[in-house]
């Protein structure tokens, strides 16, 4: 019976023998900064990664507002863009100097949440401020991912 309890946790902590997933250990190293009224959050962030040639990073918090959204929403080609007045939810995502992939949710003056794939284009409103963890041991490529998803997706490279 415990060799049984055993194998079902295992199992659904995901540290059975079937598990394939490619993980490499980094540092981390926090970094953080505000971003001010009218700044467009992926150009920011882009921005700052190039001028601290940042090779792989994750964002950890961001709070603040935006007063113009850009996301591309599920299975959208294209992104859908919207004036208002938006709170920050939640922002995470991986990137580098040269590569993100960020996702947003965002609520309106009602209370209503939605989110999705962050593009150019998310201005600021009042503020963001915004903590990220460089993960200087390793490095974020992304690649084609032909028999899957069809994206390029992360890469991890020691």
Request: some cysteine; hydrophobic content about 40%; glycine content about 8%.
């Amino acid at each position: 019976m415990n060799y049984l309890l055993l194998c079902l946790s295992f199992t659904l902590l995901g540290m059975n023998s079937e598990a394939k997933v490619n993980s490499l250990p980094s540092k981390m190293v926090a970094h953080s900064f505000r971003l001010k009224p009218g700044q467009d959050f992926m150009e920011e962030l882009t921005a700052w990664a190039k001028d601290h040639h940042i090779k792989a990073a994750t964002i950890v918090s961001v709070v603040g507002s935006f007063k113009k959204i850009n996301f591309r929403y599920a299975n959208q080609e294209k992104g859908t863009s919207q004036d208002g007045f938006f709170e920050i939810v939640s922002i995470v995502g991986t990137f580098n100097e040269s590569s993100s992939h960020i996702h947003a949710s965002v609520s309106n003056g009602k209370g209503e949440t939605f989110g999705g794939h962050l593009l150019p284009g998310n201005l600021i409103y009042t503020t963001a401020e915004v903590v990220v963890a460089e993960l200087p041991d390793v490095t974020f490529t992304r690649e084609l991912d032909v028999g899957g998803s069809g994206w390029e997706e992360l890469v991890i490279k020691k």
